[in-house]
C-alpha cells in the first residue's frame, strides 16, 4: 500500500531493537494484505465461501418449493377429475368454462411461487439453482452490487447472511477493483506510450497536439484563481469521496480517487503560477532562503538536458511538434494577463522580467542560430530554454527589492520547473524505446508515492509530479473505444453462447457493466457450465477495465469541464468540484 | 448534456462578440447553469431527468400491452376438454397422467410469460412505474421488475444511463456534502460541547517539526477520557498539521474539523435502514425483515427486485402515486446519507491511520 512509508520503516529497521522487528513484521504483514494479489486472493475466496454459504443456506429451501410446484399440480389435476365425476352431462361450455377457472387459479398459484418464494420454473428433477456455482455466481453478483435477481435468498436466514455478507464483501470488492484498474491503467499507459512511440509517429504528433492544446489553455483558465486554491483542493477532495460513496464510481476507490485530485491541484499549481503562487508561497516564511537553492539546482539540470538535446536534436528536428512554440511563449503572455488584475503592485517586477526574458531570448536566438544549424523548430523550441537562461539577469539586476525579487524568484523557479517537466516529455517523445520505459516508470512510482498518506508533502512534489502526469495521458476517445469495443465483444460473446439476439447481448453486457443489473438477460450456461464461470469472468475483468479507463480519462475529463466552466465563469471559488462529475 | 454543452458553446460565442445583449444573455445563462449545478439546483435537475425520463419511457413502451395468458389458457382449456371428451374410457391414472402432462405444457407457458414480464397484477408501465424505472437506472439499483421490452426502449435506457449516472453521482457527492458539512456542525454542537474547551487548547497548530509528539501526548491525554471524545480531538490535533490552510478556520473552534465516530455512522446506517424496513412494512404488508432486507437491497444499489415497492399497495388504486413518490423519496435521500456516511467514515479512518502512523513513527523515534 505504501511503499515509501515501507521503504523508511525498512531505513530505520536497520538500526532497531527487538519490539521494532516485530513491528516490523507486522507492518509487512499488513502491507503484504493489502497488496494486490493477496487482495485478489481474499476475494476470490471471499467468493468461494459465499458460495459455500449460500448454497448451504438456500439449497433445501429451494428443493422444498419446486415439491410444492408439482403438488400444487397434482392438486389442480385433481380438482379437474373431482369437477368431471361430479358433472353429470359433460356439456364442452360448462366444463371448459370450469377447467379456464381451475387453471386460472392454477397460473397465479404459479406466478405468486414464482414472485414470493422464488421458482425458477423448472421442476424439480432438474438442476438447482443453488448449486455451488450458482451460489458462486451469486455471491458475485452480490459483492459487485450487479443484483441480477434471477436468484435471491428466500429464507430468513439466507437474507440477513446476505446482508452482512454485501456489508463485508462490496468494500473489498471495490478496493479490489480499484487495486487491479489501478494495475492496468498504468501497465495500459506504459503500453499505449510504448507502442504510439515506437510503432507510429504521424498518431502521437497528432495527439500530443491536442493534448498540448489542451494543457496550453490552463494558465489562461487558472489565470484568476486566487489563494484560495488551497481550500479547492480540501473541499474536492471531499466532494470528490463523496461522490465515491456509491455507485461505480465507487469503482475505483478512494485513494485513487484522491490521488488524481492531487494530481490535478498539483497541476493548477504548477500552470498558474503567476498570479497564485506569490499569495500561496508568502505563507512560508523561508522564501528567500529556499528560492535560489531550488533556482541553482534548476538551473543545472536545465543546462545539463539542454546539452543532451543539442546532441539529439538535429537528426530528430523534423518530427517536433510545433506546440513547443506555444508552450515557450504563451506563459509570458499569461503572466501579463493574469498579474495586473490580481497583484498590480507587481506588475513593473514582471514588466522588467519579461523585457529581460525577450532580451535574452532575442541573444540567445542569435547565438543559438550562430552556433548550431538548426531549423525553425529547433528554434522555437529553445526558447524554452532562453528562459530558463534569462533568469540570472533580471535577479542581478535588481538586487534592491528584496521582497519583489524574492516573489519573481519563486515565480521564476516556478516557470523553470515548468519548463522543465515540459521539456521532459518532450524529449521522451523523441528517443522512442528507452524514454518510454523512463517515463512510465517514472510515473509508476510516481503514482506508487501518492498511494502513501503523506501530509507533509511540499508544492513542488505535486507540481513536478503533476506535470509529469498532464504530460501523459491516454486519449479520451482511445478508452471510450476500448470499453465500447469491450461492450461489443461481450455482446458478440454472449450471442454466441446464449443464443441471444446480438443487440440484446450488448444490453445485457451494458446494463451489467454498469452494475443497473435488470436481470430480464441472465446468463443460463445454455452452453455448458464453463459459460457462468466465463462470464462471472467476463464481468470482473470488464469492471475492472473500467474502473482503468475511469482512472486513465478522469483527469483530463475534469480538466475539460473545468476548463469550459471556467470559460464561462460559473466556477469562482469554490464551485469548482461541482463540475468535475459531470 | 448536450444542451448544457451547446449553451455554453452559445455562451462563450456570444460573450466573444461582446455585445450588451449578449453579453446580459451570456450571463443570465451562465448564472442558469450555475444555479443548476448549485446544490437546489441539482436536486431539481436529477427530479426533471428523471421525470422527463418517465415520460420518454412511458412513451417509448406504453403503448407495448401484455400479451394475455387468456389465449393459451383457453386452447389448454380446449385441449383437456377434447381429451376427456374423446377418451371414453375414464380410467383415473391414465387421465391423470395425460392432463398431467398438458399442465405441465401451461405451466412452461405461464413461466415463459412471467419471464416476459407478465405479472399477477399488471401494473408495468404506468407513468408511475417509468418513473420509479428511470430512478431505478440512474441509480443503478435496477430491479428489474419493469425492463424495456421494445428494442427502442433498450437503446433509450442506454443513452438515458450514460447521461444520468453522472448527474446522480454530482448530486449524490453535492448533498453527501452538504448533509455530512451538516451533521458534523449538529455533531460538534450537541454532542461534544461539554469538551468545547479541551480542543481550545490545542487550538494553535502544533509546528511542522514536533507534530509527532505533539499528537502522540495528545493522544495520552485525551485517552483518559476515553469514548467517542478521543478520535474528535485527535482530530483537532492532526489537521493542524497536513494542511496549515485550513479552509474554514474562521474561529478559534472549527466544527468542520470535528470526525464523527464510526459507530455513529454506522448507527445512523442501521437506523435508516431499519426505519425504513418499519416504514415499507407498514406501507407494502412485508414482514418486517423483508422490508429492511428490501432497503438494504435497495440502498446499497445490488437491486435484486425480489421485492419492489407498491407491489401490494397498487390494489388499493388511491395511494399508489404517493407510494411511488414516498419511495423515490426515501432513495434519494437514504443514498445521499448513505453517501454522507461514507464521506464521514473515510475522514475518520484516515485520520485513525494517521494517528497509526504517527504513534508508529513515534515508537520507532523512541526505539532509536
Redesign the interface.
Known amino acids: 500500500m505504501s511503499s515509501r512509508m515501507e521503504m523508511q520503516m525498512m531505513n530505520e529497521v536497520q538500526e532497531s531493537s527487538k519490539c521494532v522487528k516485530v513491528l516490523y513484521m507486522i507492518w509487512k504483514f499488513f502491507a503484504c494484505v493489502f497488496s494486490h494479489v493477496t487482495l485478489i486472493s481474499l476475494v476470490v475466496a471471499y467468493c468461494l465461501l459465499g458460495g459455500l454459504a449460500f448454497q448451504a443456506l438456500e439449497a433445501p429451501n429451494e428443493i422444498k418449493v419446486r415439491e410444492s410446484i408439482s403438488l400444487l399440480r397434482t392438486n389442480v389435476t385433481g380438482e379437474l377429475w373431482k369437477m368431471t365425476l361430479e358433472c353429470n352431462v359433460l356439456d364442452q361450455e360448462n366444463w371448459t368454462r370450469e377447467a379456464r377457472g381451475q387453471l386460472e387459479t392454477f397460473e397465479k398459484d404459479l406466478l405468486q411461487k414464482m414472485e414470493r418464494e422464488g421458482w425458477d420454473g423448472s421442476e424439480p428433477e432438474a438442476e438447482l439453482q443453488w448449486t455451488f456455482p450458482g451460489a458462486l455466481f451469486y455471491s458475485i453478483i452480490v459483492i459487485t452490487t450487479i443484483g441480477y435477481g434471477h436468484i435471491a435468498p428466500r429464507t430468513a436466514f439466507g437474507k440477513v447472511v446476505t446482508i452482512f455478507y454485501a456489508i463485508l464483501g462490496i468494500p473489498l470488492m471495490l478496493l479490489c477493483l480499484s487495486s487491479i484498474g489501478d494495475v492496468m491503467a498504468s501497465s495500459f499507459r506504459f503500453l499505449y506510450w510504448k507502442i504510439c512511440c515506437y510503432v507510429c509517429t504521424k498518431p502521437p504528433r497528432r495527439r500530443r497536439g491536442r493534448n498540448a492544446r489542451g494543457t496550453i489553455r490552463q494558465p489562461g483558465r487558472y489565470s484568476n484563481r486566487t489563494a484560495s486554491l488551497r481550500r479547492s483542493v480540501r473541499v474536492s477532495q471531499r466532494s470528490a469521496d463523496s461522490a465515491l460513496g456509491l455507485s461505480e464510481s465507487v469503482g475505483r476507490s478512494s485513494y485513487s480517487d484522491m490521488d488524481y485530485r492531487y494530481h490535478l491541484e498539483g497541476m493548477d499549481l504548477a500552470t498558474d503560477f503567476p498570479s497564485t503562487r506569490p499569495s500561496t508561497m508568502s505563507r512560508y516564511s523561508d522564501i528567500p532562503v529556499s528560492s535560489p537553492k531550488v533556482k541553482g539546482g534548476r538551473l543545472t539540470t536545465g543546462t545539463a538536458s539542454l546539452d543532451r538535446k543539442v546532441a539529439v536534436d538535429p537528426t530528430e528536428a523534423n518530427r517536433m511538434p510545433v506546440y513547443f512554440n506555444k508552450y515557450a511563449l504563451d506563459p509570458e503572455d499569461e503572466t501579463q494577463n493574469g498579474q495586473p488584475s490580481k497583484v498590480g503592485s507587481r506588475k513593473p517586477d514582471n514588466l522588467n522580467v519579461r523585457d529581460t526574458v525577450d532580451e535574452a531570448s532575442r541573444t540567445n536566438r542569435a547565438c543559438g542560430t550562430g552556433s548550431l544549424p538548426r531549423n525553425h523548430h529547433l528554434a522555437v523550441e529553445s526558447s524554452n530554454f532562453r528562459r530558463q537562461f534569462s533568469q540570472p539577469p533580471p535577479e542581478i539586476r535588481e538586487p534592491q527589492a528584496s521582497i519583489s525579487t524574492d516573489v519573481d524568484s519563486m515565480k521564476r523557479s516556478m516557470r523553470m520547473r515548468r519548463a522543465q517537466s515540459y521539456y521532459g516529455p518532450g524529449r521522451h517523445q523523441r528517443h522512442a524505446s528507452p524514454s518510454t520505459r523512463y517515463v512510465s516508470s517514472i510515473g509508476y512510482a510516481v503514482h506508487r508515492q501518492n498511494y502513501v498518506d503523506d501530509f507533509d508533502v511540499d508544492y513542488d512534489y505535486y507540481a513536478d509530479d503533476g506535470a509529469l502526469q498532464v504530460l501523459k495521458p491516454v486519449p479520451i476517445w482511445l478508452c471510450v473505444f476500448l470499453v465500447v469495443s469491450y461492450i461489443f465483444g461481450g455482446g458478440f460473446l454472449f450471442s454466441t453462447w446464449e443464443q441471444w439476439a446480438f443487440f440484446d447481448s450488448a444490453y445485457f453486457c451494458f446494463i451489467t457493466l454498469t452494475t443497473i443489473g435488470f436481470g430480464d438477460f441472465v446468463p443460463q450456461g445454455l452452453a455448458g457450465k464453463g459459460s457462468i464461470a466465463l462470464c462471472s469472468l467476463y464481468l470482473l475483468f470488464g469492471i475492472s477495465l473500467l474502473a482503468m479507463s475511469f482512472n486513465l480519462v478522469q483527469e483530463e475529463v475534469i480538466n475539460n469541464v473545468k476548463s469550459l466552466a471556467k470559460s464561462l465563469g460559473i466556477i469562482k471559488d469554490e464551485e469548482g468540484e461541482e463540475d468535475e462529475d459531470d | ?1 448536450e444542451r448544457q ?1 451547446s449553451r ?1 458553446w452559445r ?2 460565442y456570444r460573450r466573444r462578440r461582446k455585445k450588451p445583449w449578449a453579453e446580459r444573455l ?1 450571463d443570465w ?2 448564472n442558469f ?2 444555479f443548476l ?2 446544490n437546489v439546483g ?1 436536486v431539481c435537475l436529477v427530479v426533471g431527468y428523471a421525470v422527463a425520463g418517465a415520460a420518454i419511457f412511458y412513451y417509448i413502451e406504453g403503448e407495448m400491452c401484455q400479451k394475455t ?1 387468456n389465449v393459451t ?2 386452447e ?3 385441449k ?2 377434447n381429451y ?2 374423446r377418451v371414453n374410457i ?1 380410467s ?1 391414472q391414465q ?2 397422467l395425460q ?2 402432462i398438458m ?2 405444457e ?3 407457458d ?3 410469460e ?2 416476459n ?4 397484477k399488471s401494473m408495468e408501465w404506468t407513468y408511475a412505474g417509468a418513473f420509479l424505472y428511470s430512478l ?2 440512474i ?6 421488475n419493469i ?1 424495456p421490452r421494445t ?1 427502442w426502449g ?1 437503446v433509450a ?2 443513452i438515458y ?1 450514460i447521461a444520468g ?6 448530486y ?3 448533498i ?2 452538504i448533509l ?1 458539512r451538516s451533521f458534523k456542525w449538529t455533531y460538534a454542537r450537541c454532542c461534544l460541547c461539554r469538551c468545547r474547551r479541551k480542543p481550545r487548547r490545542f487550538e494553535p497548530p502544533p509546528p ?1 517539526t514536533n ?1 509527532a509528539p505533539a499528537g502522540r501526548d495528545q493522544w495520552q491525554m485525551v485517552k483518559i477520557h476515553g469514548g467517542e471524545l478521543e478520535t474528535s480531538s485527535i482530530e483537532q490535533g492532526s489537521s493542524g ?7 474554514e478556520s474562521e474561529g478559534s473552534y472549527d466544527p468542520q474539523n470535528v470526525t464523527v465516530p464510526i459507530t455513529l455512522c454506522l448507527t445512523i446506517m442501521a437506523g435508516y435502514v431499519c426505519g425504513g424496513g418499519m416504514l415499507f412494512s407498514m406501507w407494502e404488508g412485508w414482514g418486517f ?2 422490508s ?2 428490501f432497503c ?2 435497495s440502498l ?7 421485492y419492489v415497492p407498491s407491489d401490494e399497495i397498487y390494489s388499493s388504486k388511491g395511494i399508489s402515486e404517493f407510494s411511488f413518490l414516498f419511495c423515490s423519496l426515501y432513495l434519494m435521500l437514504g ?1 445521499a446519507m ?6 464521514l467514515m ?2 475518520e479512518v ?1 485520520a485513525k ?2 494517528t497509526l ?1 504517527r504513534t ?1 513513527r513515534h ?2 523515534r523512541c ?2
Open positions: 448534456m454543452a455554453r455562451g462563450s451570456a445563462t451562465r447553469i450555475a449545478f448549485s441539482i395468458l389458457r383457453n389448454i382449456a380446449d383437456l376438454w376427456t371428451s375414464f383415473e387421465w391423470k392432463v398431467d399442465l405441465k401451461y405451466q412452461k405461464v413461466v415463459k412471467a419471464k414480464g407478465y405479472k399477477v431505478t437506472v441509480t443503478t439499483i435496477g430491479y428489474g425492463s428494442a433498450k435506457t442506454i444511463a449516472m453522472p448527474l446522480f453521482l454530482l449524490l457527492s453535492n453527501g456534502d455530512a511542522r507534530v498539521d497536513d494542511d496549515e490552510g485550513d479552509e425483515l423483508e429492511s432486507y438494504f437491497i446499497s444499489t445490488i437491486g435484486f427486485g425480489d443514498m448513505i453517501a454522507m456516511c461514507f464521506n473515510q475522514e484516515i491511520w494517521r502512523i508508529l515508537i520507532f526505539d532509536r
